[in-house]
């Protein structure tokens, strides 16, 4: 008997010595692992040449600003998700990757679900797959919605109300060149072609400013702003200037804005590439709602900026000495002469004047936008429209024809009749040109132009 509670006890303590936890000793040096975070590079290179760059952000449901996902496996194939394997990359702090492609095609980026943070889920239909077509010589961006809203159609007054808003900041933006293009036309005379290229240079040097030099959105901004002052007075004294006082006709300094135009935008294309960049800085924000108007902070900025900078320079060419002097060689540059006022100061002035409004609307569309060598010349023929609508060389005219244009620009797209879109979104820019061609028919002068009798 007692053999066999011997033999039964030695049983029990083989047992839970067998399933019991590890002995002490291996409690104490544990195998180690490697951390999480050590595999997440702190930032990837950006390939030179032709790559696919995918920026994953968490929208967060719209709730705050954009966050980072780091740590998420991408690859792309060519082809299709059977095709040759080019590259797998795992995205940096930044949420970021950057893989080479040999050239233009097809390609898909597949996104590793499993490699995804607790807690952080594809919107949608959760697709961890996207086909594109590289054409770009630079950078084709690609992008994976995390933590989107799904929200239901939205209604026509939603709409109306967001391209109310829209068409409104596109306008001020508008109005700001157009401003600065009815200056110039109104004291000189001359259709500026290359007005639009004024609208790029913005832009562009605010890019430099930032992603080049490091400097915050809003310094980059002002130092472009100054750019831009500086290099409309270089203009007036290395090329309008001596073209004026070689009584060259306005038909031909037109055709040389047109060739002057060409030649920045082939410099923009040289120095910049054809691809599109943005500014390190409010790429994507979440909005705020400001009763039934939702606005990005940047939204908001780019509403008061316009604003203030439209109300002061209107108010300072109204109450100041150089405005009254402005418009008194608008009206009559000879009498103005005689009378004994500095002809040409008051043009470089407005050439200054002229440049640094139109590199501030550049500045603010890069903000709104994104920055591309052709992003003034795109929307030149809209700030002509709205010079032309409003009334030639009449400042208040500009701003209300601007505002015209913007809000039909945007509103048209979500206009219907019968269930059928007028203008489709494609072509929305046709809308504002309609317009403009009717109320012209009607009144030729423009909104604000007085009626003249010309021969």
Known sequence: MRMRLAALLAAVVGVSIFLGPAPAMAEATPTPTPSADAAIPD???IVEGQNITVSLRDLNGGKGEPTAVPGVTLTVFADSKDGEELGTQVTDKLGRVSIAIPSNGTYVVVLDPDSLPDGVKLSGKGETA???TA????SNFVQFQIGAVVTKAASFSSKMTDATTSGLKYGLII???ALGLSLIFGTTGLTNFAHGELITFGGIMTLAFN??????VIVAGILAVIASALFGFLQDRGL???LRNRGTGLIAMMIVSIGFALLLRSIYQYTVGSSTETLSQYVAQGRTDYGPIALSDKEVAIFGISIVTLV???IALMRTRLGKAMRAVSDNPALSASSGMRVDGVISAVWILGTALTGLSGVLLAVNQQV???MGFKILLLVFAAVTLGGLGTIWGALLGSLVIGLMVEVAPVLTIGGWHPVPASIKDVGALLVMILILLVRPQGILGKAQRIG
């Open 43 to 45: 930032q990837n290179p």
């Open 130 to 132: 996207k086909t594109i």
């Open 135 to 138: 054409r770009l010589g630079g």
């Open 175 to 177: 109005a700001l060149a």
């Open 211 to 216: 992603r080049g030099l490091g400097f915050p």
């Open 240 to 242: 309008w200037r001596p």
């Open 312 to 314: 002061v320079t209107c």
């Open 372 to 374: 591309n060598f052709q």
